[in-house]
Each structure stands twice: as structure tokens, then as C-alpha cells.
């Protein structure tokens, strides 16, 4: 039998108590859930704030709570409060990104539990580094992309500074706690001590700039929106339009821009002084694009990525989020998932992780579920009686489930 039809998920076993909003927190948590960890999600009375934040919120959370289990508890009340505190002495992990300082002034701090659970993981997720002057702020994506200089590298060079087109920032620190978290749970195994894990929002933007912030520290030259295009090499992520549509180039290396040249039939642009060199072509950028381009844009899209990549050039197809789903590249992507109907929460179609572990049966995925879904199951898990049970619901320190919509299919 081979290694992949016996490995377990290679967290089974472990659990995670989530106390989470939007992205960051919950699609921590998922990563591990993904991964084999049961997940109890701890929601307020209301809900996860994604729940209440029309159709984008709603997308958030589907995607990332899958697999988990809703518990919806009062943490404002002394008896909400030890329910939390039992649930979280069971656990290997604990991730939370509630706004800076509440889980502290709830005694669930990770100076509070170390010394009870000493082999805990606990993982804080904020806007900004702890002990900075801006610790304290509220820090969504956007004020990621803004502070770290991702926003003001983005955009067109005459134009104001854009965000990236997707929440990047909390999608990368997602990967990035994840990733401190399995150290942490490694480490654990070879001491037996857990870990207090830190990660800001801010961080993270500065990391995915490194290269950008690397030329900054040492040649001091701000660098520059230049919309399509990498400021420092050329041909390098640029646009050109081909007969039926957009094509993106990178052929910097001088061998591939001769290469390129010779491909589209102009080798006389290889040794055309205004582009002879990287640099060269850097400086002469315009005039590049509409020498390289009139060739192009004779080409169908089709037949100039089959021309360029036989010729080992770097070209994409720049899609729309329909044409991306039609590619038979996305179709036979192994990131799509089907998460299944969860008690009251529809099934809908999803993403899992973004590899392949190819010895261990992908994880069967459960639909995000719904507030308050399994209430009673975490709580009979945790050794609260039928009678425990029912006197927390009558006072109102917990709830049981509230029904998700069902989600429209898009096409596929």
C-alpha cells in the first residue's frame, strides 16, 4: 500500500480554539483545519463581523472557515468567560486577531495562560508590531498597503497610489502565522514548550516588498509607480496587446531579450542602441514597448504564447476572473475544493491550500458553518452536562444555531 493511503493528516489531533473576524484570524485557523486540526471557532452572540458585512463579508467567510465548528458565546459574562477558559484548556493553539488589547482584558492573554498551559501555542494577529506607537490602532488590510509603502509602488506613474486588487496583505499572513505556528508545534514536540507568536499586518506588507525595500536600504532611491512594468528591469511584467488581446512579457535577462527579438522576427532590436542593455531598456521604456509591441500585436493571444514559450520567454495571459476560471490550467488546479453541506450551512465551491502533499490524503472539507452550529456538540466535548448546557442557553451566555443563505453557484 503506498505511503499516501495510510499517512493521516499530519495534524490530526490537534486543536485549535479561533477567536476571530474576517480574514487573518479565521484563515489561520483553516490553514490548520486544512491540515487535520479540529478547529472550534468561538464567535460572539453575534457572530463573526464578517457575517454582518453584506455579500463581500459573506465571501470572506466561506472562505475562510471551512471545516471548522461554531460555538456562539457571551464573553462579556463571567460564566461566558469560563466556558472559554475550559475550552482553551484543551488546546494545542489558540489564534485570535479581535482588536488589540481585548483578549488581554479578557484574561486570555498569553502571559495569563502560559503559566496553566505552558505547551500552549498562542498566536495574536494585529495591525501593527507590538510596542510600536501604533500598536493600539485598528489595522485592516488597506492600512497595511498604505503604511508600508505597497500602496505608493502601485499604480500608474502620473496617477495617485492604488491598492493591490485583492486583500493581499491579510491573505499572506494567513501563510505566514500558519507557517510560525507549525515551528511552534514542532518545537513543542522537541521541549515540550508552546510558543507566543506576534504577527502584524504591517510586517507582513514589508515582507512581500522585499526586494524593493533591499534596493531602497542600499542605494536610497525611492522607487516608483510604473503601473504595468518593473521599475528596474525591462522587458518585465509588461502589457502589450496582441490582435485578440493582452499578453505580459518578462525577457530582462539579455539572453532571453535576444531571444525575444529573434523570435518575433526583429533581431535588429537586440543591438538598437536605445536597448542594448537592461539598463538601456529601462531608460527607453516607451519606445521599447511600441517596437516590441508592433510585432506582438500582429499575433493572435493563442499563437504568441505558443511562439514564446517555445522560445523559452516568460508570457502570461492577462484574464478576467471568468477567463482564469475557463483556462484548463485552472481546471486542473488541485486548489479547488468542494466544501459540503455543514448542519444549516450550505455547500459551495471553494479553495484549499495553495500546495500539494502528495503522500497524505487531501482533508474532506465541511462548509463554513453557521453561528452557533455546534454549540452543544463543543460543549458535551468539553464535559458540560445536558443540564449545564441548558442553563447556559437560558441565560443567554450562549446560542445555538442561526442558518446561513444558500450561495449562488457561479459558473465553473
Not at 459573506?58 to 475562510?64: E, G, P, Q, S
Not at 466535548?381 to 442558518?403: C, H, M, N, Y
Amino acid at each position: 500500500m503506498s505511503p499516501r493511503n495510510i499517512s493521516p493528516p499530519p495534524l490530526q489531533g490537534i486543536r485549535v480554539v479561533e477567536l476571530g473576524n474576517y480574514i487573518a484570524g479565521p484563515g489561520t485557523a483553516m490553514a490548520l483545519a486544512d491540515l487535520g486540526a479540529e478547529v472550534v471557532k468561538i464567535e460572539s452572540m453575534e457572530g463573526d463581523a464578517a457575517r454582518s458585512t453584506g455579500p463581500f463579508g459573506l465571501a470572506m467567510l466561506r472562505a475562510y472557515n471551512r471545516g471548522k465548528k461554531s460555538i456562539a458565546l457571551d464573553l462579556r459574562q463571567p460564566r461566558g468567560l469560563e466556558v472559554a477558559r475550559r475550552l482553551v484548556a484543551r488546546a494545542d493553539v489558540l489564534v485570535q486577531n479581535l482588536r488589540p488589547g481585548a483578549l488581554d482584558a479578557l484574561g486570555l492573554g498569553a502571559d495569563a495562560l502560559r503559566e496553566q498551559h505552558p505547551g500552549l501555542v498562542h498566536v495574536s494577529i494585529a495591525g501593527f508590531p507590538a510596542g510600536s506607537p501604533s500598536q493600539h490602532r485598528p489595522g485592516y488590510d488597506i492600512a497595511a498597503q498604505a503604511e508600508s509603502g505597497l500602496m505608493w509602488v502601485t499604480g500608474e506613474p502620473q496617477g495617485l497610489p492604488q491598492k493591490v486588487g485583492a486583500t493581499i496583505v491579510d491573505a499572506a499572513t494567513v501563510q505566514v502565522a500558519a507557517q510560525a505556528v507549525l515551528a511552534a508545534l514542532f518545537r513543542r514536540v522537541r521541549t515540550g514548550v508552546g510558543e507566543t507568536i506576534r504577527v502584524s499586518l504591517l510586517d507582513v506588507a514589508l515582507n512581500l516588498q522585499l526586494a524593493n525595500w533591499n534596493d531602497y536600504l542600499v542605494r536610497g532611491v525611492e522607487p516608483a509607480r510604473t503601473g504595468d512594468g518593473q521599475p528596474l528591469a525591462a522587458p518585465a511584467a509588461d502589457l502589450f496587446r496582441t490582435r485578440d488581446g493582452l499578453v505580459v512579457v518578462s525577457a530582462y535577462v539579455q539572453a532571453h531579450w535576444v531571444r525575444l527579438c529573434e523570435s518575433l522576427g526583429c533581431p535588429e532590436l537586440a543591438d538598437d542602441a536605445r536597448f542594448a542593455t537592461n539598463e538601456r531598456r529601462v531608460a527607453n521604456r516607451p519606445g521599447m514597448k511600441a517596437a516590441i509591441g508592433a510585432h506582438i500585436e500582429r499575433l493572435g493571444t493563442r499563437e504568441c504564447v505558443d511562439l514564446l514559450t517555445r522560445n523559452g520567454i516568460v508570457v502570461a495571459v492577462v484574464r478576467s476572473y471568468a477567463d482564469a476560471a475557463a483556462s484548463e490550467d485552472f481546471r486542473a488546479s488541485s486548489m479547488l475544493v468542494e466544501a459540503a453541506p455543514n448542519e444549516g450551512s450550505p455547500g459551495y465551491a471553494s479553495f484549499g491550500l495553495p500546495y500539494q502533499m502528495v503522500d497524505t490524503p487531501r482533508t474532506a472539507t465541511l462548509a463554513a458553518p453557521a453561528l452557533g452550529t455546534h454549540t452543544e456538540e463543543v460543549l458535551r466535548d468539553a464535559q458540560f452536562t445536558s443540564e449545564d448546557i441548558a442553563a447556559l442557553r437560558a441565560a443567554g451566555v450562549v446560542k445555538t444555531a442561526v442558518p446561513m443563505e444558500a450561495a449562488p453557484r457561479g459558473k465553473r
